[in-house]
């Protein structure tokens, strides 16, 4: 067994573990990268974030090809989809991607180890490759193991007919009927390429309201435009298992003790995910779990082991990549002497369906239910030029301010790359902009970011193109 | 705490519209939250002016053309030449805060000046929230003028006006002392500030003076006065009682072990106070230069912002105005003040006996924040002790 000395171990080569590891690299540590997978970016890049944006705008061509070309006067008589040319770009992204970031890690003289990770004391991890195992040692390591799909006890993944979003970035045909389980962001997202590939998909959540952490009214006005694009939604529905009739599939649910069945050529089960810590050994380390099985980590994402930290998914917080990835930068300057930063306060959220649905800081409700004194500015895009000559008028912006200070608490955005117009509230936000900040800052007209200036003014009831 | 300053008043042009200009000739005095500067010729040429006398103006902005080829030629005709080089201000300050939108405007419109409200955004940043909470607090309520400018009345008769111009004056507060204001206020605000008093007795000091004054002056051709004996006398008492060489930096206490004393000087324009650096390391003499040198360019208008920042303590002088008490205000985010006032003759009890003594009495207003009442007290009878008995200073105790 070989064995090697470093200044810091990252166990995970996700979007948390390589900027950690890159990062670290920029402050002058000897830096090694471990992972599973021979290539680097780990779910976001190879199976999840990535993959899924692929499909989504591939099929966004499917849609327009069938149903909105005519009416720009586009001919294009019958629309057929080539699935394995759709997967192949699809492939291509991720390659160039995980491709990319290995380069850089190499120009960067980082140590990539591939291979199962698992500790043998406080700083010692044993990598088990597929030829031979190495030892590595280092004062400080990183546990940036992500996560992983959460499974139904009865209704455990077969690869096949009951799949996680794993396969569901990789079907070889196009499911007659797909039934998807939880109506979170990964749910909705992949139940919509399916849908505009010809699937009957159907959404089967548990809870009264689909992506339910956002704004009831977001939820009611998202949820109408996703019907009307042929996607079922199921809600308050409790999943109790599978069964076959005949030769169908079907799945069973039950809502106010009324059994429902779903035909299903595939069910895609993505209920959330769950923090992987399998195989790790952190017994041997010392690190202890929260009730959750996450790592247990302080305000500085220490573990309760010194000199073991922990990032990404496998902590509390959002499972989100640029999460992870400003958890990773701070842990590396934390650990270089550094003063890291992030506001977990300010952490964005994206759905990206059509329209997108993006969420950042305090919603309309959950500032409600504090008790908080606020004003509410709303700017729907059916008054915004540039959406309504870019067929993009579904949605509208909200923003959520302080009664008295007018200080931006949050907002959140229905609307065609909503994902992208946040960024900009979420900048406000970080250094303390007020509603007024953003209806006295330029926007470019004519674009869809108006909306967001207008709906900062709405808050004080002098939006110009609204009532 | 660094102050920002991005416009000021062009108080006076040393030069008429078309005068031919050399290069470095002083042109213009500008006076800003701080300072008087005087603002040079960039080049040599015919100037013309484009900002008239009192105007407000930002760091920056060009204030004067000069036609450079026309350099020497009085009398020709100055015609528009592409060499023409701009004067412009250059900030006496280093960078500004940027300030968002809907600050400028509550500036604006509520005359509240950003740069004296505390900000709670990233990095210290006055938000909105600051600027509306700032509105409410009485200290800055008082802030926006009722302008005279527009009558609120139409116009009245003739007689009935009363003729103010005899009966009162108005002019605008220059920014300097806005700025003094503004600190004097935020200082009371913000620190729990009480005074300590104490007198002490003169006579050692005097009896040194009167016995050594003409060597001294032989030796250094300057006179030895209080300043420098009541200057020694607080760093030694600042190296005994470090608490008051303290200062409160949000929820920090930062102990500075520096000895860099201001000392109060009135000027024609306001009261400043230039830091005296290094009193630790100067002798008396060091002092007394110092002190008049000091004294002297503020006086002259010619201080600059980087003779006025990082004093760790103050001292003022009310006494040769004739005060025999008063309680100065802390000079924020300094910890303490000393002030000190007339010397008069007194009756005192010495050894049973009355006698009568040339006494002072001494004022030290601290900020209960930080600096203890005993820590202050303590404080303060090092000075009289310094000061009575001034062998204390050599020997250090």
């Known amino acids: 067994m070989s064995s090697q000395s470093f200044d810091l171990i990252v166990i995970g080569a996700g979007p948390g573990g390589y900027v950690c590891a890159f990062r670290a690299q920029q402050l002058g540590l000897k830096v090694a990268l471990v992972d599973k997978r021979s290539t680097l970016g780990g779910t976001c890049l190879n199976v999840g974030c990535i993959p899924s944006k692929a499909l989504l705008h591939s099929s966004e061509h499917v849609t327009f090809a069938k149903s909105h070309a005519a009416e720009h006067g586009l001919k294009l008589g019958s629309v057929e989809v080539d699935l394995g040319v759709m997967m192949k770009k699809k492939d291509a992204v991720v390659a160039k991607l995980v491709g990319g970031v290995g380069q850089l890690a190499k120009a960067r003289k980082i140590t990539i180890v591939t291979g199962a990770a698992s500790f043998l004391s406080a700083n010692t991890v044993a990598v088990k490759g597929e030829k031979e195992t190495t030892e590595l040692t280092a004062k400080n390591i990183v546990i940036a193991t992500g996560s992983a799909p959460v499974e139904l006890p009865f209704m455990k993944f077969d690869g096949t007919t009951v799949v996680s979003s794993d396969h569901a970035i990789a079907f070889d045909k196009v499911p007659a009927k797909l039934v998807v389980v939880g109506g979170g962001a990964i749910g909705l997202e992949l139940g919509s390429v399916w849908a505009r590939l010809g699937s009957d998909v159907t959404v089967v959540e548990f809870l009264p309201k689909i992506i339910a952490t956002y704004d009831e009214d977001i939820v009611r006005n998202f949820t109408r435009l996703l019907t009307k694009q042929g996607l079922k939604i199921e809600v308050g529905a409790k999943v109790t298992g599978l069964k076959k009739a005949g030769k169908d599939t079907v799945l069973t649910a039950e809502r106010e003790g009324k059994v429902l069945e779903f035909p299903a050529d595939k069910v895609l089960v993505a209920v959330g995910r769950r923090p992987y810590t399998d195989g790790l050994g952190l017994e041997k380390a010392g690190v202890k779990l929260d009730e959750k099985k996450r790592v247990k980590v302080d305000a500085h994402l220490k573990t309760s082991t010194p000199g073991i930290w922990a990032i990404g998914d496998v902590v509390a917080g959002p499972m989100l990549a640029h999460k992870a990835e400003e958890d990773g930068a701070a842990v590396a300057e934390w650990i270089a002497g550094k003063a890291g930063h992030v506001n977990w306060d300010l952490v964005p959220a994206i759905v990206y369906t059509e329209p997108e649905v993006a969420s950042v800081g305090l919603g309309e409700d959950a500032a409600k239910a504090k008790g908080l004194a606020i004003n509410v500015g709303k700017f729907n895009f059916a008054a915004n030029a540039r959406a309504i000559a870019a067929d993009a008028a579904d949605g509208y912006v909200k923003i959520i301010a302080d009664a008295k200070t007018d200080k931006i608490l949050g907002a959140q955005i229905l609307g065609h790359n909503a994902g992208e117009l946040i960024s900009e509230i979420v900048t406000h936000m970080e250094y303390g902009g007020s509603a007024e900040d953003l209806g006295r800052t330029i926007h470019a007209h004519p674009t869809m970011s108006e909306a967001i200036k207008e709906a900062g003014l709405a808050v004080s009831k002098s939006a110009i193109h609204a009532l | ?397």
């Open chain 2, 1 to 397: 705490m660094g102050e920002s300053i991005n416009s000021g008043v062009l108080a006076k042009w040393h030069v008429k519209d078309g005068d031919i200009v050399k290069k470095d000739q002083p042109l213009f005095e500008l006076e800003t939250d701080k300072i008087t500067s005087e603002g040079t010729a960039e080049a040599a040429g015919k100037i013309s002016l484009k900002v008239a006398a009192g105007a407000e103006v930002k760091i920056g902005q060009v204030v004067a053309g000069i036609d450079s080829d026309a350099a020497g030629a009085a009398a020709a005709p100055a015609a528009p030449s592409a060499s023409a080089t701009p004067a412009s201000l250059s900030a006496p300050a280093s960078g500004t805060a940027p300030q968002s939108p809907a600050v400028r405007r509550l500036a604006s419109e509520t005359g509240i000046d950003p740069a004296s409200v505390s900000g709670s955004g990233k990095a210290g940043r006055v938000t909105k929230g600051d600027m509306i909470e700032a509105q409410s607090k009485p200290a800055a309520a008082a802030a926006p003028a009722v302008t005279s400018a527009t009558p609120a009345a139409p116009a009245a008769p003739a007689k009935a006006a009363a003729p103010s111009g005899e009966r009162q004056t108005r002019r605008k507060m220059s920014p300097l002392r806005q700025k003094i204001a503004q600190r004097l206020v935020a200082a009371q605000h913000e620190a729990a500030m009480l005074t300590t008093f104490n007198e002490v007795d003169m006579s050692a000091v005097m009896a040194l003076r009167a016995k050594y004054q003409d060597d001294f002056v032989k030796k250094n051709g300057l006179k030895l006065g209080f300043m420098s004996f009541f200057t020694k006398a607080v760093v030694h008492a600042l190296k005994e009682v470090p608490a008051i060489n303290a200062q409160l930096d949000g929820d920090h206490i930062v102990e500075n072990n520096y000895y860099d004393v201001g000392v109060a000087v009135s000027t024609e324009k306001g009261l400043m106070v230039p830091v005296i650096r290094n009193c630790d390391e100067l002798g008396m003499a060091g002092i007394e230069r110092a002190i008049g040198d000091a004294a002297k360019r503020a006086r002259d208008g010619k201080i600059t912002l980087a003779d006025l920042e990082g004093g760790v303590f103050t001292i003022t002088n009310g006494g040769i105005f004739g005060s025999m008490l008063s309680t100065p205000i802390i000079n924020p985010p300094q910890s303490a003040i000393l002030g000190l006032h007339a010397i008069n003759e007194r009756p005192v009890a010495v050894n049973g006996q009355v006698v009568i003594r040339p006494m002072m009495y001494l004022a030290l207003s601290y900020d209960h924040r930080l600096v203890d009442g005993k820590e202050a007290v303590t404080f303060l009878v090092k000075v009289k002790q310094a000061i009575e008995d001034p062998a204390r200073l050599v020997i250090g105790i």
